[in-house]
């Protein structure tokens, strides 16, 4: 392994050949899916939860990365990023909605997520806000549009847990602690739209450090109508996700300040 090799994702500077902006997926399976919308998508390497692809998208280079899911391998995944040139992030996901208007197969944009993770808090106290840069936001509209796609904007409740944090009562417990029951009724009369796992961390951390990120998320299942996805929409839903998100890299990336 080279002497500049990052501790994790196992990556050189000089492997991403100058790139600024990278994709960030939870699911590793993901990542190849990606890079194969781009032109000349190369494997790159893959350990624990990082599987990492580089491609190009209008002549410049575009590295797509796996987050894993939560928070503290989010952070991970953004910090080595980070010390390899990236200075724009993209997240795209798979969601739960909780409001009962939003369709599964339909897309959410995050404004701004709930910080319900522990990582965050290692960036920046609570009280600062977990918040998509403006020209990340932009471009997964644009996008969004342009691909026809429904989407909603606004709030994102990120959790460090699937179960007790995005108040499911089938934990291994059998019990949710008095802190989440009844949090989902209070977040949805807040109008947050959506349960995911890593926004809270990606955006604080970015925030935080002068860098850029956005995120979208393709909706597996309401909350309001039941607790499984439809399997059957989750490929679908979540194609349409990554061609926004590809979308809008490209238009990220023809501001030309990448
Ligand atoms: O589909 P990904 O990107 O993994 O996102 C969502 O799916 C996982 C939970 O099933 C969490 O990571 C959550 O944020
Ligand atoms: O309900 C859901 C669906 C996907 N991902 C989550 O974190 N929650």
Redesign the pocket.
Known sequence: MPANTVFHLGITRDQLQGAELAIVP?DPARVERIASQMDNPTFLHSVREYTSWLAWLNGKPVVVCSTG?GGPSTSIAVEELAQLGITTFLRV?????IQAHIDPGSLIITNASVRLDGASTHFAPMEFPAVSSFECTEALVSAARSESADYQVGITA??DT?YPG?E?YDTVTGHVIRRFRGSMEEWQALGVL????ESATLLTMCAASGLKAGCV?A???N?TRQ?I?DESKIAEAEARAVKVVVNAAGLLLNQDKH
């Open positions: 939870g899911i996901g798979t969601t739960g909605a990120s959790s699937f995005q499911r959506n349960y995911e796992m998320a909706v597996i299942v909350r607790e996805p």
